[in-house]
């Protein structure tokens, strides 16, 4: 059995005037995540803990966010093409362990539909992606709710 493991670490700034799109789904705050596309920092993360797996580059160098084709683009689409960049490689996922650093707002009320829209979106368990929050403790940039950040680790195995 042949196994890689990636891991993937991304961070956007919080601006006003955005929606907050976190793993897919929309949540209510009064600011959203900057960027060239949605700015899913966690979709952004496990896009690039794939492609790292199997040293396929990043984000940035399969969706360049100087390409106007991405702006504004659906994160969760850059995740499916980047999961079937991994699946022609002949491997599949076997979990996505991550963490979202954010000190406002309280993200685990929507962990499970995170989880499902991931999930569904990659075509596996739920119980193979598991999703966590923290805050910054009120320290740096996170506790000063100027940006929130995101790690991911997954496993593959080959088919
Ligand atoms: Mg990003």
Redesign the pocket.
Known sequence: MSFRIGQGY???RLAEGRDLILGGILIPHSKGLL?H?D???LL?AITDALLGALSLGD?GTHFPDTDPLYEGADSIELLKRSYDLVQAKGYQLVNADTTIIAERPKIKPNIIQIRERIASALDIEIEAVSVKATTGEKMGFIGREEGIAAQAIVLLEAK
């Open positions: 991304d961070i956007h960027g596309s700015a899913d920092v952004h984000i």
